[in-house]
């Protein structure tokens, strides 16, 4: 049976190898589609902008360092990557030692969204801000593996297989771990 994700790893592939090559556009590429979602997951685990700035562009100098290291023959880029951001984001927390999920303010600007045009009622915004400190609460009491779970599937938005060659896990246990945190979510916000 061939792998429906193939066509995306090849893409990454392509993509990666054009990098290698020195072509600064595909380098380019690669900032563009993972930038948001890098930066959401450093976020999210520092819970400070500038910090989760500083990290997101370790992360992105480390790729470039470490390009070359990234073998597809072994899996897929973007298992490779999140790996690094990973890895990244935890030496900066080991250094650090002082940044926990707890110290996140979750009244502050960073925490606030981004709304389009057609932004919502300032009443719908009260009570989106109200739902998300109750995420984060929620998440403050959760297990360091349940945060990381949330971050790489819901923050980095990785699909189950690529959670499971980051963590080591298989993806059944995944989708049920996952399926339990995202309750434990819903009934945190189910009492705002």
């Known amino acids: 049976m061939q792998n429906p994700h193939a066509p995306i790893h090849n893409e990454w592939n392509e993509t990666v190898r054009k990098m290698r090559s020195g072509n600064r556009k595909a380098a380019e590429l690669l900032y563009k589609k993972l930038f948001h979602k890098v930066f959401g997951f450093a976020m999210h685990r520092v819970g400070n902008r500038a910090t ?14 470490k390009i070359d290291l990234f073998d597809s023959a072994k899996g897929g880029f973007l298992v490779w990557f999140w790996q690094l951001a990973r890895n990244t984001v935890t ?23 981004d709304y389009p045009d057609h932004a ?20 403050a009491s959760a297990t360091p593996e349940e945060r990381e779970l949330f ?19 298989s993806e059944g246990t995944l989708r049920v771990s996952i399926s339990r945190l995202k309750q434990k979510l819903k009934d945190a916000t189910h009492h705002v």
Not at 91 to 113: C, N, P, Y
Not at 122 to 137: C, P
Request: glycine residues 2%.
């Open 120 to 139: 919502p009622a300032l009443e719908d915004a009260a009570a989106t801000n109200e739902t998300l400190r109750s995420v984060y609460a929620a998440l």
């Open 151 to 169: 971050e790489l599937r819901f923050i980095a938005d990785l699909p189950y297989s690529e959670i499971a060659a980051v963590t080591g896990r």
């Open 91 to 113: 030496d900066h927390l080991r250094k650090a030692r002082t940044v926990s999920f707890s110290d996140i303010e979750t009244g502050d600007e960073e925490k606030s969204f």
């Open 52 to 65: 989760a700035e500083d990290i997101t562009q370790d992360i992105f100098m480390k790729l470039i360092e």
